[in-house]
């Protein structure tokens, strides 16, 4: 599977602190971009339980907990830790730091319909590892 | 079935009945009380007049009880005759009632030392649940109480007075208090602890009568001199109520005479109590009449044991600040024995252990009565200490902490106040499947006396029930395994001032959303903003100042102080609203204004444009003084309780607390703003005001503690600041004024708080001060941000697709 995938100059580290996520807005889609020292990580803004602003939980190790309801999210690949039964998970975006500037991968949207960049995203919650594999092949 | 007659619906009476019910149910009972409640508990009447406990508190059997078990229960019936030949009683309702077996436990009267005046409109004794009510109607702050008696009773009259804010004075005929327990240096010692909480005490007074045209005006000593008083409490002590039973020809000395079976010289009747004597003793404390209760029990039942055996007397007394034990021969020269003393005035500890033949005959302990049921327990086996003499006073250190209470012998008397045995707390927890405190309280009745042997009673449970938990051992969180009260003492000692050190080096080294936000409350109680405030510790709330709602968007609430607006700020208000397109301008429970639906990036320009202060909803902390009118327009007011409320929040604002506090000051106790639901509550009286705390009215509902009643209003806003940084530096995080109340006990709080020494009220103001100096309103951020994206949105630099 092909998908147009694009690097995206996001931010200047310092304009995330540490240990904190900031929402980013791409296409009229958001993602929580969060800072822990030694890398930054990049997930959906939006928690698959109620759809909390993830970028304003607190992160404990390499997890965001959701501030609506505590949900613990794993920054590395979405998945959900606590409720430890469930199964859902968030999509999660690689990211690289260039000369103090936050990079985002983020699949290409031709939509500029916010309400059909919300629809991909959904899709995508699902698709997330697949697309990983196919980046990786 | 055989017909038992009780006469008397009090602690010895009923616990007998328990007793007897507990043997077999061939009786047909009937109970005569000639007060009109169910039976309660006597022993705390003091904490009624205290403000600790309601009435209903103090309940032991309700009636639900005398239903289950199918008793009559004539209450406000006063038996007036036994007719032993027909076997009956007359009451004085007009009844009566056929008996096989009767029992009396009319118990004792306080005895009125004869002299002019004891009739007077104002003159009190302390026995009842009445005389406790009646009591407390004629307390107030400033009211002149004068107690006359400094024994048992009469000091806990005193400290109940006290507390409702009588100026009291302790009138003692004696040259000492307490005189029957306590040696000179011991008794000393109490007295200046009870004049340090402010009770004034005269020693050597005999009273020659009360003054006074009608109403009670004070109290004539003789020689001459006279003190004022607006009430007067007599407790010099009590006789037993034998007249009933001497009328009917029953043998009677002092109290009615009884054999080790409890049965009089009638063998229908038996008598249970502290009307009763027994080998020339005549007992007034509860566990020796519970085991007259046994004793008695078991011999109407028909299956009589070994019968009632003489106890040591034994005495305990624990009256904010002044622990008191005294039990056995503790006058070394009316038994003739040797002395092992320790003493520390300052400490305010004193130990004393009276020795005959390598035996122990009788102690004191003073400050500190944590030792006695070691020293019971020698007391009553009489062991000889030739071995172990040198560790009397400082027993060695116990190789395992639960090692003493497992060489406790089974018959060791655990509750002094009920009677139980530590081989009945492990039969309860062995055979009835007890596993809880509060379930052995129910089944045993272990503890639910006095509570000074809740500590054993844990230890027992812990020992015997493997998944029993104690609740202030658990830990903050699996990041920081600490409990909440060793970490606030590991900040404090290693200096530490930032969450991320205090996870690197005692915890998991990351943290969570459990202990960040408390290690972070922590520091600032601790160090009062002179510490790295880690905003990422800390949840989003108290980031940026606004609550988080369930869209992601945020809620504001302006400091709106004691709940009192202008038509410029509200004009304001309505106009942020407009501007910012809040989707609910909404009125709260706490008179306040709440704007929802702003969002992030809107928040310094609302803040700005409203001008008005944080009104701290969205984080733990000082939420609001809700207030009445108070004298300045309700007809009613008797207390300026808008402007009281005012300052209530000025001086508080801003702070951090461990919970949310919500305060309530109001102008009259009909209690309008409901103070008595709030954590911290002013309720104005007449010349006074109350000071409540503890209260709640949300998932908890929970009437409030009277702190203390004071006159002028700089005591009580003094008094709700002591409180208030108390439960900052006590409290766990998350845990609310009422839960802390209940956790350490109202009692024990007056004493750190209000009736702690000068020094000591002092530092908890000045730490508070400090806090307070060192505090601001937070929506001043706006104006310096502490990151510069703390409020705005980014935006993507560009994007380049490969």
């Known amino acids: 599977m092909k998908s147009n995938h694009r690097w995206i100059r996001l931010t200047h580290a310092g304009n995330i602190p540490l240990r904190e996520g900031r929402a980013v807005n791409i296409d009229g889609h958001e993602i929580a971009v969060f800072n822990l020292g030694e890398r930054f990580l990049a997930v959906e803004n939006r928690c698959p339980h109620r759809g909390g602003p993830l970028s304003e939980g607190i992160v404990s190790g390499g997890a965001v907990v959701c501030p609506l309801h505590a949900w613990k999210v794993c920054l590395e690949d979405g998945s959900i830790a606590k409720p430890a039964s469930e199964r859902a998970c968030v999509a999660s975006y690689p990211t690289r730091v260039e000369d103090g500037v936050v990079w985002v991968e983020y699949p290409e949207m031709r939509a500029s319909d916010p309400a059909l960049a919300q629809l991909v995203a959904v899709s995508q919650i699902n698709s997330t590892s697949l697309l990983e594999k196919a980046a990786a092949s | 079935m055989e017909r038992l007659v009780l006469i008397g619906n009090g602690m010895a009476g009923i616990g007998c009945l328990e007793q007897i ?55 406000g019936a006063r038996v007036t005759a036994i007719d032993r030949e027909a076997q009956t009683v007359t009451s004085d309702d007009g009844g009566l009632t056929p008996y096989d077996k009767l029992i009396i436990a009319t118990g004792s009267s306080p005895f009125i030392p004869p002299m002019e005046g004891t009739q007077r409109d104002g003159v009190f004794v302390f026995r009842t649940l ?10 107030g702050p400033g009211k002149k109480a004068v107690v006359i008696g400094g ?19 302790v009138v003692h005929l004696m040259s000492s208090l307490m005189e029957r327990q306590l040696d000179g240096t011991g008794s000393a010692l109490l007295k200046s602890q009870m004049e340090r909480m402010g009770v004034k005490v005269l020693l050597s007074h005999s009273t020659a009568g009360i003054t006074g045209n009608g109403k009670v005006e004070g109290v004539a000593f003789k020689g001459g001199a006279e003190i004022p008083a607006d009430l007067i409490v007599i407790a010099a002590g009590i006789r037993p109520n034998a007249d009933l039973a001497r009328a009917a020809g029953i043998n009677v000395n002092r109290g009615i005479v009884v054999d080790d079976h409890m049965q009089t010289s009638d063998r229908n009747i038996y008598a249970v109590g502290e009307c009763v004597e027994h080998r020339g003793m005549c007992y007034g404390l509860v566990a020796p009449l519970l085991e007259q209760g046994k004793a008695l029990a078991a011999a109407i039942s028909g299956n009589k044991g070994a019968g009632f055996a003489p106890v040591v007397p034994a005495t305990k007394l624990k009256i904010m600040g002044v622990e008191v034990f005294s039990a056995g021969a503790w006058d070394e020269a009316a038994c003739n024995g040797e002395t092992v003393r320790f003493e520390d005035p300052a400490l305010g500890l004193y130990k004393k252990l009276v020795v005959r033949d390598n035996r122990l005959a009788g102690f004191i302990l003073v400050g500190d009565t944590s030792e006695s049921p070691r020293y019971l327990d020698m007391l009553h086996s009489g062991r000889d200490l030739a071995e172990t003499r040198k560790h009397l006073l400082f027993p060695p250190p116990a190789e395992d902490a639960g090692q003493e209470l497992a060489q406790l012998p089974d018959s060791h008397t655990v509750c002094g106040c009920m009677g139980v045995s530590k081989g009945a707390i492990l039969e309860a927890i062995l055979k009835d499947g007890v596993c809880t405190l509060a379930q052995l309280k129910e089944t045993t009745r272990a503890s639910t006396g006095c509570g000074s042997c809740t500590d054993l009673c844990k230890g027992l449970l812990k020992a015997a029930v493997p998944e029993f938990e104690e609740e202030s051992a658990k830990v903050l969180c699996g990041c920081v395994p600490f409990s909440q009260e060793q970490l606030r003492e590991m900040l404090r000692g290693q200096q ?34 002179d510490h790295d405030e880690d905003r990422s510790a800390r949840f989003i709330n108290d980031r940026v100042h606004a609550n988080i ?3 992601g968007t945020f809620s504001v609430v302006p400091r709106m102080r004691g709940g009192v607006t202008t038509p410029d700020e509200l004009r304001r208000i309505a106009d942020v609203a407009d501007k910012y397109n809040v989707r609910m301008v909404k009125v709260t ?86 103070a008595t639901v709030k954590d911290i509550g002013m309720v104005g009286q007449d010349g006074s005001w109350q000071v409540v705390v503890g209260g709640a009215a949300g998932k908890t509902v929970r009437k409030a503690d009277v702190l203390v009643t004071v006159e002028t209003t700089e005591e009580a806003l003094n008094a709700c600041c002591l409180f208030f940084q108390y439960y900052r530096e006590h409290a766990n995080y998350l845990e609310r004024t009422y839960d802390l109340v209940e956790r350490i006990g109202i009692e024990r709080i007056r004493r750190d708080t209000i009736y702690a020494p000068d020094a000591v009220k002092r530092s908890l103001l000045d730490r508070l001060s400090r806090s307070k100096a060192l505090s601001s ?21 560009e994007t380049v697709t490969i």
């Not at chain 2, 005398?66 to 209450?75: F, V």
């Not at chain 2, 009445?130 to 307390?139: K, Q």
């Not at chain 2, 959303?513 to 972070?520: D, H, I, Q, R, T």
């Open chain 2, 130 to 139: 009445d005389d406790t009510r009646a009591l407390l109607e004629r307390s």
């Open chain 2, 496 to 529: 530490l001032r930032s969450v991320q050190d205090v996870l690197d080096i005692y915890g998991n080294g990351h943290g969570c959303e459990v202990c960040k936000p408390a290690l972070s409350y922590m520091l600032d109680m601790l160090w009062c903003g």
């Open chain 2, 589 to 674: 429970g706490s008179q306040r204004i709440d704007l929802l639906g702003v969002k992030k990036a809107d928040l310094p320009r609302v803040w700005e444009d409203l001008g008005m202060p944080s009104g701290q909803a969205y984080t733990k902390g000082v939420r609001m003084v809700k207030t009445c009118v108070g004298t300045e327009f309700c007809r009613f007011g008797v207390q300026d309780s808008t402007s009281t409320g005012i300052e209530l929040e000025r001086r508080l604002e801003n702070l951090f607390t461990p919970h949310k506090v919500k305060m309530g000051v109001v102008g009259c106790p009909r209690n309008c703003a409901e």
């Open chain 2, 151 to 169: 024994g048992l009773l009469g000091l806990e009259a005193a400290r109940g007075l006290r507390v409702q804010g009588c100026e009291v004075t």
């Open chain 2, 777 to 797: 309103d937070a929506w001043l951020e706006r104006h310096n941000p502490r990151t510069a994206t703390q409020f705005v949105q980014i935006q993507p630099m």
């Open chain 2, 21 to 75: 019910l507990k043997h077999d149910s061939r009786f047909d009972v009937t109970v005569f009380g000639d007060e009109t409640h169910v039976n309660y508990n006597r022993i705390m009447l003091s904490s009624v007049l205290a403000g600790e406990k309601s009435a209903e508190q103090i309940v032991m059997n309700d009636l639900e009880w005398y239903r289950r078990h199918e008793i009559t229960l004539r209450l």
């Open chain 2, 549 to 551: 709602q369930k869209d």
